[in-house]
């Protein structure tokens, strides 16, 4: 199975702050990774997909980058909504697998 | 509004079995794969099991042979049949649609969850 790490495993940041999280492959995953928001209590939901494209609703203070293994969230001004743990997914296999996730804290 | 609803969860002893349903509306359930997905308590997300549009179904290594997933596209339901059951089963299972119907897709609509818990 591919593997997926992700960095840091926590993040502390205030708001107005640009915040990048890092996510790397253990091999080339063609650009097939996505980006979930989880609040406590909450399930996952996408922010996005192939990369780099924001899903429908997404503010566009999120923006995804990278390529074959090496990939990255960034949040460019932090807002109160978006303290949450955040997990990259590859889907390039038949076997989804996701980051340990980055707990982003408030400073 | 796409909607995902779980059922089904409960406490079991090990060896058990037991049946998650998803009921998906707001939209065409026969066009879109779908999976199961599961977080243990703190930890993260850990992908189950998946079916295409055309019913061809996969599954991670730590349930295979174990689990089984279906559909029935007359109901707009999805199943998890789950047997043997282990304590490191105990999870919150999600139901979450598939962004397409075969190939390369992420989960862009996730249920609200329901509690699988095994213990003795």
């Known amino acids: 199975d591919i593997e997926m790490t992700q960095s840091p495993s926590t993040l502390s940041a205030s708001v107005g702050d640009r915040v990048t999280i890092t996510c790397r492959a253990s091999q080339s995953i063609n650009n097939w990774l996505a980006w979930y928001q989880q609040k406590a209590g909450k399930a996952p939901k996408v922010l996005i997909y192939?990369?780099?494209i924001l899903e429908s609703g997404v503010p566009s203070r999120f923006s995804g980058s990278g390529s074959g293994t090496e990939f990255t969230l960034t949040i460019s001004s932090l807002q109160p909504d978006d303290f949450a743990t955040y997990y990259c997914q590859q889907y390039n296999s038949y076997s989804w697998t996701f980051g340990q996730g980055t707990k982003v804290e408030i400073k | 509004e796409v909607q995902l609803l779980e059922s089904g969860g409960g406490l079991l002893q090990p060896g058990g079995s037991l049946r998650l349903s998803c009921v998906a509306s707001g939209f065409s359930f026969t066009r879109y794969a779908m999976t199961w997905v599961r977080q243990t308590p703190g930890k993260g997300l850990e992908w189950v099991s998946a079916?295409?549009?055309?019913?061809?179904?996969y599954y991670a290594d730590s349930v295979t042979g174990r689990f089984t997933v279906a559909r029935d596209n007359s109901k707009n339901t999805l199943f998890l049949q789950m047997n043997s059951l282990r304590v490191e089963d105990t999870a919150i299972y999600y139901c979450?649609?598939?962004?397409?119907?075969?190939?390369?897709?992420?989960?862009?609509?996730w249920g609200i969850g329901t509690t699988v818990t095994v213990s003795s």
């Open positions: 192939q990369t780099s």
């Open positions: 979450a649609k598939g962004s397409m119907a075969v190939g390369h897709y992420y989960m862009d609509v």
């Open positions: 079916i295409t549009s055309g019913a061809t179904t």
